[in-house]
């Protein structure tokens, strides 16, 4: 098996989720677990890292945010169209190891992708888990991503979303979803998953820490430049750490020590 | 048993007639790996070449994918290289070094096809070393000596090589200029060393501010990744030759680049300088043996020939530590 051959596979439901989101359902069903990745690419436009949207059996969720050249390509096609995906790769969070604790899953804009595979594994192993708190920062209300699930998702877990900025229309709280955090108590057994650019990872991490949380019980899923995805064009290298291969998810205990 | 090889001319000579040979050839200043047109363009007065016989197996740009539109639909074909080679006079460090590509290709959860295609299609014929060269180090890493990893190994002695068989497919281009004899020479020359012990306690010297002081001179040129037979990083991307065809393509990517680690919003990682020397450094000293348990650093000074303001990562291992 040549693992740099993608397979094309049917774009079977598009939604536009923000002004620079799309969201795509695809006919893929790998056997994956959340916090895992896979590499999406377009013929002749290039290849990209992108995390499972989902966990299902019958089908993959994409979210695509357009930044550049081979983002605005993919978030362009149509339903119906293909879409050229290899993977899974990485370890994914250790959903086996949380079961039977509380969870605390935390995510800031595009950071809830994985966050939300986390969230139906758990949804549908339920009774495995404890009270399972859910926060999501978005910037404005404009930006809220993966809306048409939340009030689906309210019915099996605690779920706080929080813009930065609001607006008239907006009657959520307001700050960055760090603040969210303030008045809540958490279990110290609890563990939590945090996925968001890094400055919120560290914040929400370390205020995790604050409420008694241990640093291996806090999961991070972290982003760096990636190429092949599986451990050999050496661009997310962090000291002798693959972040294709050995993470994306680490113990925060490990990635508090990732300095470059 | 090995052999003896008098005749070196006609083995190369035998070689040309049914390889593509790849040797080291004389440039103005420097050796460098070529195809040999004739045996006349081999001399053995060089010492290692300025860059290592790795574009051969990695080349600077390949193409990995072609991408091709039939009845409104793209196919994605594989491009594997298959071309039989030989690559001719490879020092024993290089023969390291690409027992570390074996590694990073050809270990782990995926084999990459690419390189291993190439390199199943390759015979190395290794010859050992007379001297070393002004900047080799290969005497602290061992390197010197080689015990795999070749297909054939050649000592030169007074009378001519001795031979040794290091696969079957070596043993298939021994042919009548060979002689069957019981002598056991090697050369060994020796080499500049450096205080080698300090690379167990590389964890302790990571903030050493050596790393900032050094890292002022470098210009972050990639010049010595470009000529590491270990660096093996490299970038995709596609490239179109018309709207219905082109490749998904791989080309050699440098950590000293900023554009290594570029992301979204401008953000770069290990920006400053010193923190993609002390990367490089770190990478080939020590962080290679936790990822691949070996050492990527087969110590051949290339990195020291190539850097246009003579950085030394070994002089900066010598005086890691010190006050
Ligand atoms: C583990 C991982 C998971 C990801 N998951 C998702 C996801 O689920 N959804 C999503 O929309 N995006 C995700 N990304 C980010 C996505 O891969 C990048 O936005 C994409 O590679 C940009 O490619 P481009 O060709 O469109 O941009 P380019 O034209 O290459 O560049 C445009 C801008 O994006 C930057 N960029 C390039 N690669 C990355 C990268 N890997 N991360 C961040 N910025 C980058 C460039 O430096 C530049 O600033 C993920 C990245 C990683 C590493
Ligand atoms: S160490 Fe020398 S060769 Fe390497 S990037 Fe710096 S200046 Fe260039
Ligand atoms: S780091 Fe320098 S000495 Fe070591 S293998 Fe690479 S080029 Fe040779
Ligand atoms: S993305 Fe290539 S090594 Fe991790």
Redesign the interface.
Known sequence: MNPYVPKAVEIIERHRETDDTVSYKIKWNPKHKPGQILEASYPLIGEAPFGFASFSEDYVELLIRSVGNVTNTLASLKKGDKIWVRGPYGNGFPMKEMEGNDVCLIAGGTGIVPVKAALEYIIKNRNRYGNVKVFFGFRSPKQLIFKRYFKNWEKDVELYVSVDRGDKTWKGHVGVVTTMLDNISFEPKSFAIICGPPVMIKFAAEKMLNKGLNESRIFVSLERLMHCGIGKCGHCMVRNVFICKDGPVFPYSIAKDLED | MPYLLRDLKAFLKTLIKEHIVIAPVKEKNHYDYKVLESEDEFHLDYVNTLYPPKKFLLPYEEN??L?S?RDG??S?K?LLNKTKRVLFGVRPCDVHGIAVMDR??LS???????YESRRKNTIIIAIECEKAGENCYCESFGTYKVESGYDLLLTPVDDGFIVRVGSDEGKKLINELFEETDRDEHKYPKSKTFKKEKLAKMEKY?HDELWKTEAEKCLSCAACTIACPTC?????????QD?E??Y?K?RW?S?QLKD?????GGMT??KETY?KLR?FA??KL???I??YGLRMCIGCGRCIDTCPVNINIFDIVNRLGEE
């Open positions: 990995l994918l991408f539109k639909e793209f994605a594989p990073v290709f782990g959860n995926y084999v990459d096809s690419f990571f093996t990083c490299f970038t995709i991307e596609d490239e179109v709207p065809t082109g998904r791989r990517a950590c290594f680690t570029e992301v979204a990682f290990r923190k990367h770190y990478h020590y962080w290679s936790k990822q």
